[in-house]
């Protein structure tokens, strides 16, 4: 199914993000990060390195964590993305949220959206993470203020919080 | 300076078929791309020739781990999250299972493939020592049909390979064959996820009556090409593991890679870790032999 008329020309696609179907022409190999920042407005996810080092640009999609600077957006056809800006259920901000908060997780918050969306896919997976698991799951994202000991604390503390609500 | 996406073309054809036949047309001008983890570093440098790119990720002919009887088959686009998390990968394969949890971090494996890994074919690449060391079998495909290989010879030189410019890697095959074998590996970088290795080992063993009846050693990071260490694996089989074996492993070992300084390392401590890992793996497979 090789589509000759999606030859260096935007396509229409369609994928769904934090919850709300979106529909955009776009150049194929576009950035994900980009189409997520320039056309639908979705700042949250940064762009640092932008060659898949530093984490800062995380989201996820169809479950799993990726960079979204890696990602050409035609493969992100019809998934299910979730960004920082999904994580709050309006201003409820989730556990992992009020944890960075309560543990001075962010500093300049560049890493910040990456390292929770990075904490909360590793929770979903390791609901009781030791001190291993979170700098495993973590490795992928840099930060260059807070030295990760809150961070690792913050997410440490949201998943006792999850285990006892 | 950064790429523009509209100097690209990108299509995502839904069979391996479709693929197969697109590179068939135009031999060597569409470059595949599964996660985009080497590809799209390379993109966003502006430093990708291809113009035209094929999309490979999730077709599921190329995204499923087959258990066969005598051996398992492991599609080219599984990731390295598919190899960790895989039962039979990690408790027959465990070499590739830790390589594949070394590789980068979790975002990494999670679109990092094993196909992606072969045919980059970086001598630094994790995985790739392990599928040495398990007897690795490469599956081709083009419109010409399939061909098998032994992944040993796949690599010929820095960045070169056996694979034609209208085919694709469509499966790795492991024989299964070596479930009571010592397994031992270790990485040896500036940080564990995200840093690139300095040197790193893949090797089984098996010890019989206090001698090395088998050992099978890779390395990588220490040649233009993921290395098999034949002459010492030759030079220690039916010895016992004592100071002067290992100084003999040592010896073959260090004239067997071909170490080279770059940003990560430099010729005089890759052989000297090289040496040190050798030697580590034969001192553990002798204890191993010794508890067994």
Redesign the interface.
């Known amino acids: 199914?090789?589509?000759s008329v999606?030859?260096?020309s935007p396509v229409e696609l369609s994928f769904t993000v934090n919850g709300e179907r979106k529909t955009m022409r776009?150049?194929?190999?576009?950035?994900l990060l980009d189409t997520l920042r320039h056309h639908l407005g979705l700042t949250g996810a940064k762009e640092g390195c932008?060659?898949?080092?530093c984490?800062s640009c995380?989201v996820l999609m169809n479950g799993?964590?990726?960079?979204s600077?890696?990602?050409?957006v035609?493969?992100a056809?019809d998934a299910n993305i979730v960004t920082i800006e999904g994580l709050a259920a309006g201003t409820q901000l989730s556990a992992l949220q009020e944890a960075f908060l309560d543990f001075g997780g962010a500093q300049c918050g560049i890493c910040t959206p990456g390292m929770i969306l990075?904490a909360s896919?590793?929770l979903d997976r390791k609901p009781e993470p030791t001190i291993e698991d979170i700098r495993?799951?973590?490795?992928?994202?840099?930060c260059r203020c807070t030295g990760y000991i809150q961070i690792f604390e913050a997410v440490a503390e949201a998943a006792r919080r999850r285990a006892t609500t | 300076m950064r790429?523009d996406?509209?100097?690209?073309?990108?299509?995502?054809?839904?069979?391996l078929r479709?693929v197969v036949?697109?590179l068939a047309e135009e031999p060597g001008a569409w470059l595949p791309?599964a996660?985009?983890?080497d590809v799209?570093?390379q993109?966003?440098?502006g430093k990708l020739s291809a113009r035209k790119?094929v999309?490979i990720?999730?077709l599921p002919e190329l995204r499923r781990i087959e258990v066969l009887s005598d051996e398992i088959r492991i599609g080219a686009a599984c990731t390295y999250?598919d190899l960790r998390e895989h039962e039979v990968v990690k408790l027959e394969f465990p070499l590739l299972a830790s390589a594949a949890g070394w590789t980068?971090?979790?975002?990494?494996q999670?679109?990092g493939t094993l196909g992606g890994n072969i045919v980059n074919a970086s001598p630094a690449a994790d995985s790739l020592p392990a599928l040495l060391a398990y007897e690795a079998e490469l599956i081709l495909v083009s419109v010409r049909g399939e061909r098998r290989l032994p992944y040993l010879d796949f690599h010929t030189g820095y960045k070169k390979t056996k694979l034609a410019a209208d085919e694709l890697v469509q499966a790795v095959c492991l024989p299964r064959r070596f479930l009571g074998y010592f397994s031992y590996t270790r990485k040896v970088g500036a940080r564990?996820?995200?840093a690139i290795s300095k040197a790193c080992i893949a090797a089984l063993g098996r010890m019989s009556g206090g001698v090395v009846q088998e050992a099978r050693i890779a390395l990588g990071s220490v040649a233009p090409v993921p290395l098999r260490l034949a002459e010492t694996e030759r030079a220690v089989k039916g010895k016992s593991v004592d100071p002067s074996i290992l100084a003999v492993a040592r010896k073959t070992a260090a004239a067997e890679i071909r170490p080279i300084d770059d940003i990560r390392s430099t010729v005089r401590y890759r052989s000297s870790v090289a040496g040190n890992l050798v030697a580590e793996f034969l001192e553990k497979l002798s204890i191993s032999g010794a508890k067994a």
């Open positions: 199914m090789t589509d999606e030859n260096r776009v150049y194929p190999m576009e950035r932008g060659e898949g080092e984490g995380s799993a964590l990726v960079n600077c890696l990602i050409p035609l493969q056809r990075a896919h590793l495993e799951g973590l490795s992928g994202n840099l | 790429s996406p509209a100097d690209y073309q990108l299509v995502a054809p839904a069979s479709a036949s697109l791309i996660g985009g983890t799209m570093v993109y966003a440098a790119l999309s990720w999730n999250t980068g971090g979790i975002a990494n999670n679109r564990n996820a995200q």
